[in-house]
């Protein structure tokens, strides 16, 4: 069965520094998304990017953060000065079509600032 | 706004008896209604969908979930809990154009 996979597992970085988090969607999906766990609380909405540019984002998503899909297959997620509240369970979702079709999660990378 | 409330934060069952985790949804038009499963330090499995059509509809690991339209609710169920139910299970929600919106998460623990 296809999946999303993401890379790392687990990073953790000093306060201030920049980190990518990597996801390689299902091939054929068109809706990509990353969103966030907190604690293993409630799953927040960070942004959408369908058509190589990004169609929604949230109040988290600030200019620290940004996305891209490089070369066609792997979907980055970057926050360019991490912050301590930054540390989370990021989860990347690619989707075929929004609406009636579920999203595939990837196992998520967990991010901790220190 | 648009949003799904699971009004339970943790639900306690034993093994063998029949779960139920709660679900409403507060939408206009015709909601797609999820339930998502997050086991420990693991990601998140899409368990079932409501899109349109019979109310009651049947997913992965033998849960089931009903869409009431005049209670608002879309509640999972099972028969028969196991102890390896025991997760994170989130109520979600699209309106067809949107992200997928998030409930807070109810915490499954099916004890032995």
């Known amino acids: 069965e296809p999946e999303v996979t993401q890379t790392p597992s687990h990073q953790v970085t000093q306060m201030g520094q920049e980190v990518i988090l990597r996801c390689v969607p299902i091939s054929n999906h068109l809706y990509f998304y990353w969103y966030r766990q907190i604690l293993g609380q409630k799953v927040e909405f960070l942004v959408s990017?369908?058509?190589?540019?990004?169609?929604?984002k949230s109040e988290i998503f600030d200019d620290q953060f940004s996305v891209e899909r490089p070369d066609g297959s792997n979907f980055t997620l970057k926050i360019r000065s991490t912050k301590l509240e930054d540390s989370a369970m990021y989860f990347c979702?690619?989707?075929?079509?929004?609406?009636?079709?579920?999203?595939?999660f990837g196992q998520g990378t967990r991010l901790t600032v220190v | 706004a648009q949003s799904v409330a699971q009004p339970e934060d943790q639900v306690n069952v034993a093994e063998g008896n029949p779960l139920t985790v709660k679900c409403t949804y507060s939408v206009s038009g015709n909601p797609y209604l999820f339930w998502y499963v997050q086991y420990p330090n693991r990601g998140l499995q899409f368990l079932l969908k409501y899109i349109t059509g019979d109310n009651l509809v049947k997913g992965s690991y033998g849960f089931e979930a009903e869409f009431n339209k005049s209670q608002t609710s879309f509640h999972l169920k099972k028969p028969s809990a196991l102890v390896s139910d025991s997760a994170l299970y989130f109520c979600v929600y699209s309106s067809g154009n949107t992200p997928l919106v998030f409930g807070k998460g109810t915490r499954l623990s099916v004890i032995a």
């Open positions: 990017f369908y058509n190589n540019e990004i169609s929604e």
């Open positions: 979702a690619s989707i075929l079509r929004q609406g009636n079709t579920e999203a595939f």
